[in-house]
């Protein structure tokens, strides 16, 4: 079965053509990090714009890479929720204006879905069931519990900010560019984890909060600097040196990996009987993170920041699973607010 994956719910514009869920015939990303780079964040309006500029040059891209004709599309699947709204309306209005033009089936697939089953695209070895999934990306951080193909249930999710998110926050405040996790990973690699302590947030259960390690980052480079804490965030960059940023960010993705182990950890002991772990999500392609979960099944880099692929991949195993089509003219392929597992 050949499913064309659609995927705009941030700053990438993608779509790819995979075969059976786990057999990447195309994968087309472009991404709109370099207009953002120089805003320090996502600008929603510019990115839907720019979604709608290379969506279908992206589409059409997708199907020649993977040498196919609209004739042997099986079914076409958009992310719809959660995401940017204006974003996730190009992806979607695409879609189902496709499925309309070529009579294809159409779905509608959840985006934190979608990162989970990446892993069944970049590894060879079976997952075993149950698995519980760790997904880290820039909106949200989840533990799901997954006790087959296309069932999962929250165990676990962030009280705040997302651990994405809080790289992002804090790249901001070390003068980093955008996007934080891969800056701060490269500042950080050969530098000090120790030389700065930041609290672990004391949550209950296994739910997450990261605005309190964000804060803590802050006030410790206001000390560092023995600048007055009323001393604005946008500033502290001008005065810190290179060494200091470097073991900033190496002290502060020390504490992030270690909170997510941790939950983690907490996870396995609540639920004995599960075989895998995957992580999930962008903040997946942390190499630390990768080598503090060595028994872990990881997508490769290149499938851990969003893409088309993985949208293709759940859509194949919700079909598998019974899903059904939605109308392509009814109105629940717009982005619902909802964002539920
Ligand atoms: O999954 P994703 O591409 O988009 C969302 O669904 O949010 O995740 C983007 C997030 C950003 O916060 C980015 O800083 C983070 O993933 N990220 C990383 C790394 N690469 C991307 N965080 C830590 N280390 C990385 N190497
Ligand atoms: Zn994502």
């Given at each position: 079965?050949?499913?064309?994956?659609?995927?705009t719910?941030?700053?990438?514009?993608?779509?790819?053509?995979?075969?059976?869920?786990?057999?990447?015939?195309?994968?087309?990303?472009?991404?709109?990090?370099d207009?953002?780079?120089?805003?320090?964040?996502?600008?929603?309006?510019?990115?839907?714009?720019?979604?709608?500029?290379?969506?279908?040059?992206?589409?059409?891209?997708?199907?020649?890479?993977?040498?196919?004709?609209?004739?042997?599309?099986?079914?076409?699947?958009v992310?719809?929720?959660?995401?940017?709204?204006?974003?996730?309306?190009?992806?979607?209005?695409?879609?189902?204006?496709?499925?309309?033009l070529?009579?294809?089936?159409?779905?509608?697939v959840?985006?934190?879905?979608?990162?989970?089953?990446?892993?069944?695209?970049?590894?060879?070895v079976?997952?075993?069931?149950?698995?519980?999934?760790l997904?880290?990306?820039?909106?949200?951080?989840?533990?799901?519990?997954?006790?087959?193909?296309n069932?999962?249930e929250?165990?676990?999710?962030?009280?705040d900010d997302?651990?994405?998110?809080?790289?992002?926050k804090?790249?901001?405040?070390?003068?980093l560019?955008?996007?934080?996790?891969?800056?701060?990973?490269?500042?950080?690699?050969?530098?000090?984890?120790?030389?700065?302590?930041f609290?672990?947030?004391?949550?209950?259960?296994?739910?997450?909060?990261?605005?309190?390690l964000?804060?803590?980052?802050?006030?410790?480079?206001?000390?560092?600097?023995?600048l007055?804490?009323?001393?604005?965030?946008?500033?502290?960059?001008?005065?810190?040196?290179?060494?200091?940023?470097?073991?900033?960010?190496a002290?502060?993705q020390?504490?992030?990996v270690?909170?997510?182990?941790?939950k983690?950890?907490?996870?396995?002991?609540?639920?004995?009987?599960?075989?895998?772990?995957?992580?999930?999500g962008g903040?997946?392609?942390?190499?630390?993170?990768?080598?503090?979960?060595?028994?872990?099944?990881?997508?490769?880099?290149?499938?851990?920041?969003?893409?088309?692929?993985?949208?293709?991949?759940?859509?194949?195993y919700?079909?598998?699973?019974?899903?059904?089509p939605?109308?392509?003219?009814?109105?629940?392929?717009?982005?619902?607010?909802?964002?539920?597992?």
């Amino acid at each position: 079965m050949l499913i064309l994956g659609i995927e705009t719910s941030c700053d990438e514009t993608a779509a790819a053509v995979v075969r059976d869920g786990r057999e990447i015939l195309s994968n087309v990303v472009v991404s709109q990090i370099d207009i953002f780079a120089e805003y320090g964040g996502v600008i929603p309006e510019v990115a839907a714009r720019s979604h709608l500029e290379v969506m279908l040059p992206v589409i059409d891209k997708a199907l020649s890479d993977a040498s196919c004709t609209w004739e042997e599309i099986d079914a076409i699947a958009v992310t719809h929720a959660p995401g940017l709204l204006g974003s996730l309306l190009i992806g979607t209005l695409t879609a189902r204006t496709l499925a309309i033009l070529h009579s294809k089936p159409l779905y509608a697939v959840h985006h934190l879905k979608s990162h989970v089953y990446a892993n069944w695209l970049s590894s060879d070895v079976e997952i075993a069931f149950p698995v519980l999934a760790l997904v880290v990306s820039g909106g949200h951080t989840q533990i799901l519990h997954m006790p087959a193909h296309n069932q999962f249930e929250i165990v676990g999710t962030t009280r705040d900010d997302a651990v994405g998110e809080c790289f992002d926050k804090v790249a901001k405040i070390l003068g980093l560019p955008y996007p934080g996790g891969p800056s701060i990973a490269n500042a950080a690699i050969g530098h000090n984890a120790d030389k700065y302590k930041f609290p672990h947030p004391k949550v209950e259960g296994l739910d997450f909060s990261f605005s309190g390690l964000k804060t803590a980052v802050l006030r410790s480079v206001q000390q560092e600097l023995g600048l007055p804490i009323s001393h604005p965030s946008h500033d502290l960059k001008n005065h810190l040196n290179p060494e200091q940023v470097a073991d900033f960010a190496a002290s502060f993705q020390k504490t992030a990996v270690e909170i997510l182990c941790e939950k983690l950890a907490l996870a396995q002991i609540q639920y004995p009987e599960v075989k895998s772990v995957a992580v999930a999500g962008g903040v997946s392609a942390n190499q630390e993170l990768r080598i503090a979960l060595p028994n872990a099944h990881f997508p490769s880099p290149a499938l851990s920041g969003d893409n088309g692929a993985m949208v293709a991949a759940a859509c194949y195993y919700e079909i598998k699973s019974g899903v059904k089509p939605i109308d392509p003219y009814s109105l629940n392929i717009y982005p619902r607010v909802s964002i539920e597992a």
